[in-house]
C-alpha cells in the first residue's frame, strides 16, 4: 500500500522497520523474553506515534490546500500539538474541528469498516495502557497482553485502513468544500 502523501510513506517504512526487527527477536533466553516484551510495548507506543503525526500532517496539509493563510496554518500546528490520544473519536473530531469535514463518510461509504476503528482503537489503548503503567518494569513487562506478533499485524491493518481513507482527503475549491476521492 503506498500513501499519496510521501511523508507517511516514509513514517510507515520506519516503523514497518521496527516491526520487523523486533518480531525476528529469537526468544531463547530470559533476557531475550524480557526485551521481547518491552519491544511490545515499545511497537504500540511507535504505532500511535505513526498515526499521531499522519494525522497531524494530513489535517495540515489539508490546511495548506484550503488556502489558509500564514497566520492561520501557525494557530492550526499550535492545535495539533495538543492532538496526542489519537482514538478513532478524537481524529474523528479533529476532522471536524479544523476542515469541517466527518471522517465517518468513509465509514459510511465502505472505504473503512467498524472492525479498523477497533483495532485502532486497540493499539491506542495499549499503548496508554503501557506507558502509564508503573515505572517499575517487573510489575508490567511480563503482563502486557498485546503481542506484536500475535495482535499487532491485525490491529495494524485497521489503523492503515483508516489512514489510507484520510490520505485520500482533498479540497475542492470549486464548491469550497473537503471530499474524498
Known sequence: MAFNCADINTFKSELDTNVLVAQNL???SHATIKIQSLLNITIYTLATRFLEGCVKLIIYNCAIMRGDSPAQLTKLESDLKKINNPEYTNIKDKFIEH?????????????YKKRDISLLDEIV???????????DPANWYNKNIKDIIFNFPSEYSGLLNILEYLDTIRYDSVNSKFVDL
Open 26 to 28: 529469537k526468544k531463547d
Open 99 to 111: 476542515l469541517g469535514f466527518d471522517i465517518i463518510n468513509g465509514l459510511s461509504a465502505g472505504r
Open 125 to 135: 489503548k495499549n499503548r496508554h495502557k503501557n506507558v502509564h503503567a508503573s515505572h
